[in-house]
């Protein structure tokens, strides 16, 4: 069964720093990985999503890796600013156990960027 | 692109009664995706539907909850009685093309209290 996993739960950063964010995966056989980014009460966002072939995907001051050899995924955020604070998820897509597609999602890592 | 479109954003009601929730999917994508979100248990895949068939229902709580897609432009989320504990934000994403290039794309959810 695969498990993801975000690691701080919460991360609070000054205006202008540099950061990255976590996603761990237990099963490397995986078709894309996203990642995702939620405001209170709104819905998801896609920011990027890396193909299973691919190590990374940039957006503007956003880029994502990926390595399924070691089931993990970094989101590196450039120059952070205010606007950024919002809860951020990954997610996996793969098979699941009945031969269709399963995406599991992370508990998320909740940022917020001090003025 | 007007996005996924879910209705109502909000629904109270009493506990016992029925809830229904809608979605319009993106035109054109094939896959569609019932989650919840709670504090306490996170992102939840409650029902996959691929062309319009159920493909992943393992997700569904209990037989209060059944799902239908009559075509590819709808799809209904039925709680039939309601109870307090399925009180919580319930989101619709759709998605297409193949498994590894095709990012979902959430809708804005209906948060549904049920007292």
């Known amino acids: 069964k695969q498990e993801v996993t975000q690691i701080p739960a919460a991360l609070s950063v000054p205006e202008g720093e540099n950061l990255v964010l976590n996603c761990s995966f237990t099963d490397s056989a995986i078709y894309n990985l996203q990642w995702f980014r939620q405001d209170p009460g709104k819905g998801l966002t896609s920011l990027l999503l890396?193909?299973?072939?691919?190590r990374e995907q940039t957006s503007g001051r956003l880029n994502a890796s990926l390595d399924k050899s070691s089931g993990r995924s970094t989101l590196y955020i450039a120059a952070s600013q205010p606007g950024d604070s919002a809860t951020y998820l990954c997610?996996?897509?793969?098979?699941?156990?009945?031969?269709?597609?399963?995406?599991?999602f992370g508990t998320g890592t909740k940022l917020q960027v001090i003025p | 692109d007007a996005g996924v479109i879910q209705s109502p954003r909000h629904e109270v009601t009493e506990m016992g009664q029925e809830v229904t929730l809608r979605c319009k999917p993106i035109?054109?994508?094939?896959?569609l995706f019932w989650y919840r979100q709670t504090m306490m248990r996170g992102l939840e895949l409650l029902i996959y539907f691929n062309n319009n068939v159920p493909i992943d229902d393992s997700g569904m709580p209990e037989d209060r909850f059944s799902a239908k897609m009559p075509n590819a432009s709808f799809s209904t989320l039925k709680i039939q009685p309601s109870e307090p504990r399925d009180s919580a934000v319930y989101f619709c994403?759709?998605?297409?093309?193949?498994?590894?290039?095709?990012?979902?794309?959430f809708g804005n959810g209906t948060r549904l209290t049920v007292t």
């Open positions: 035109s054109g994508h094939n896959s």
């Open positions: 997610a996996v897509r793969a098979d699941g156990s009945g031969g269709y597609q399963k995406v599991t």
């Open positions: 994403a759709s998605s297409s093309g193949t498994p590894y290039n095709s990012p979902l794309h």
């Open positions: 890396i193909q299973s072939s691919q």
